[in-house]
C-alpha cells in the first residue's frame, strides 16, 4: 500500500498538468473564435456602410425596403379609375345629347320653313301676275310690304334664294326638269328657273328646279 500511495503522489502533478494544458487549450480555442466572430461583424459592418454610401440596400434587408402596398391606397386608386371612367362616359354623353338636339332643332327649323316657302311662292306669283296700274292699289302695296317683311325675316333666320338663272348646273343646288335649245345661254347653264329654292345657312332646303340649255 505504500507503494500505491507513492504512485499517486507522484501522478498527481502530471495529472494537474494535463489538465492545466486543456485548459489552456480551451481558452485559446475560444479566444480564436471570439477574434473571428468580431472580425466577421467587422466586415459586414463596413460592407454595410459601404453600401450604404453607394445607395445599395444590405443584403437581406431588400424585402424591408420595399413597403407593402397598402390596400387603402390600391381602393382609392380604384376608385380614382372608376370615377375617371364614369367623367368621361358622362362626357361623351353631354356631347352626344347636345349633338341630338342640335340636330334635332335644325331638322324641326327646315320642315317650319319647308312649310312656310309654298306661301313665299304665292305671294311672289300674285305680285307678278299684278298689273302696273294694280300695284299701285293700296291692297297690292301692303302685299309687298307683308312679303318684305317675310323675306327679311326669313334672312336673319339664315333663310336665302339660291342664285339658279345663268349659273352652270349643280345637282346639289338645282333639279333639272327639262331641257331646251337657246341661244341666249351656253349648254349646260340654267336658262330658266321654274321654282326658286332656297338653302338654309349651308343646307338645302328645296332644289331649285330648274330648265337647262342644250
Known sequence: MGKNKDKKKNGEPEEESLNQ??????????ETAEETADADKTAEAEEAEAKEGSGEAPAGDEGSSEEKEDPRDRKIAE????????????????????????????NGEKTVIEAILPVID????????????KKEDPFMEGMDKVYRQLMDEMDKLGVKPITALGETFDP??????????????????V???LQ??????DSVVRHSMVSVAQ
Open 21 to 30: 494544458e486543456k485548459e489552456k487549450d480551451r481558452a485559446e480555442t475560444e
Open 79 to 106: 376608385l380614382n379609375e372608376k370615377v375617371l371612367r364614369q367623367m368621361a362616359e358622362f362626357d361623351n354623353f353631354r356631347k352626344r345629347t347636345e349633338k341630338e338636339k342640335s340636330e334635332t332643332f335644325a
Open 122 to 133: 304665292n305671294f311672289e306669283r300674285a305680285l307678278e301676275m299684278a298689273s302696273e296700274e
Open 172 to 189: 346639289n343646288l338645282h333639279n333639272a326638269v327639262m331641257q331646251e335649245e337657246t341661244e341666249e345661254y351656253e349648254s349646260g347653264k
Open 191 to 193: 336658262c330658266k328657273e
Open 196 to 201: 326658286k329654292g332656297y338653302m338654309l345657312n
